[in-house]
């Protein structure tokens, strides 16, 4: 199998990110400019852990252009793939740039509130982020399917992050940052969420162990190669009470609408969801 014999159904497809750029019009756009009110932030008012916090996002944020370029070499717009996968991977890339707008959008307000709130000097601030920047970030997946679900957990788990670290600071600054960047991210999921469904309704059970190998094996970006990962996303973890298994909720209500008579493999998937949810 490759990814090309497993793609959506093109018609799907445009379905899914039709829906997704309807539900992001440009009036409801924001940038980092305008959106707030940079002179009265103030990383006073946030504890030694939550300033720990914005420092962590802000890193998994700016690495931007490594998802990106994940996403741009596993469904090519170019001539190394036939004309049928290069209309299906023009059509994604209608979402795949809007995407990593708002993503980079993110990175820019983390950054800008860092600055403005006295939390780093831009120019340090740069520095350090090109360092963990510079490092390669990989998705091995062999199954077109595996990209959406690794990104519909990720996602979730980055919006209820935001959403539980804004409801415990005390600079109104970050908490707009926060609830912008919450929304954005419940969007992406249910783009996220709409492409699992249609891959689950069109291939049934060719598409369940893929989405249990993605799950088996899941790390949130940077896991591997950001220094301190784990003693840091704990600790950040405790700030929030975050736990990101909690996305796997999601998942498995993803899968419950997905089918309308659950087969033993998707009973199967459904328990394993749950039984990592559990022990994570």
Known sequence: MTIESALLPVEDLVVAVDSFLAASPAARAWDVETAFDWATADAGRLSEGQRSAVQFVTLIEDHLPGYFDVYQRSFPVDDTVDLPTF??????????VRWALEEDTHSRALARYQEASGMADRSALRGELAVEGQKSFELPYTHPVQYFAYAL???????????QLRDVV???VLGAVLTR???DEARHF??????VTRYLRAQGDDAVEPIREVIAGFRMPLADTLRGYWRWALRIADVADYDHTAAYDHL????DRAVDARTDRVDELADFVAQCRTLG
Not at 87 to 96: D, V
């Open 252 to 255: 498995i209500k993803v899968i």
């Open 181 to 183: 960047l919450s929304r």
């Open 87 to 96: 209309i299906h991977n023009r059509e994604l890339h209608h979402f795949t």
């Open 170 to 172: 005390d600079d109104p």
């Open 190 to 195: 249910s783009f996220m969420a709409d492409v």
């Open 153 to 163: 957990v990720q996602e979730k788990a980055t919006q209820m992050y935001y959403h």
